[in-house]
């Protein structure tokens, strides 16, 4: 059985972090925590927590990180919903940082975006290009969805 931080503690955790990297880097902060989730993604493959292959699907990558993060407790659920092989609506149910970052996004702050950096980094890392828009969320439902959209192969980035 493993013991888990209570998801309180990590959402204060998160709103402390959030905010002082809005403090000290500013507008730089999507770029921040876009490094953030590439460092997860090369310590997770590193420790076997994760293993993705040149030869996935992007959006059974999607799904790998997805299965992780739902194993480690940061949200409750993630369902892929496939709309097409190269077009997903990924809903996050029951995130452990709805809190914190509702509360980021009203301050017009950057919140961290744990999932969809580190699910951009496994993209990046295979050499595919995606980009996402934000759906909706429901912070009393702790429910966030977005909208993904595999562009291709892009070559030229290790990440």
């Known amino acids: 059985m493993r013991n888990y931080i209570d998801e309180e503690f990590l959402d204060v955790i998160n709103y402390a972090i959030c905010q002082a990297v809005s403090e000290f880097v500013d507008k730089k902060a999507a770029d921040f925590f876009r490094r953030v989730g590439e460092y997860h993604l090369d310590e ?3 420790r076997d927590l994760i293993k993705i292959e040149t030869s996935d699907k992007p959006l059974d990558t999607l ?3 997805a299965k992780y993060l739902e194993s480690v407790g940061y949200m409750e659920k993630i369902l892929i919903n496939k709309l097409s092989e ?3 609506l990924v809903e996050m149910h029951g995130v452990s940082v709805t809190k914190s970052s509702a509360r980021l996004l009203k301050e017009n702050k950057q919140p961290s975006h744990y999932m969809t950096n580190i699910m951009l980094a496994a993209l ?3 050499g595919i290009e ?3 828009e934000d ?3 429901d912070e ?4 966030f969805r977005e909208h993904w959209k595999i562009l291709g192969k892009d070559s030229s980035r290790k990440y």
């Open 44 to 46: 997770a493959l590193e």
């Open 63 to 65: 799904i790998k990180i």
């Open 86 to 88: 190269n077009e997903a």
């Open 124 to 126: 990046r890392k295979l």
């Open 130 to 132: 995606a980009k996402l």
């Open 135 to 137: 759906v909706d969320f």
């Open 140 to 143: 009393a439902n702790r429910k």
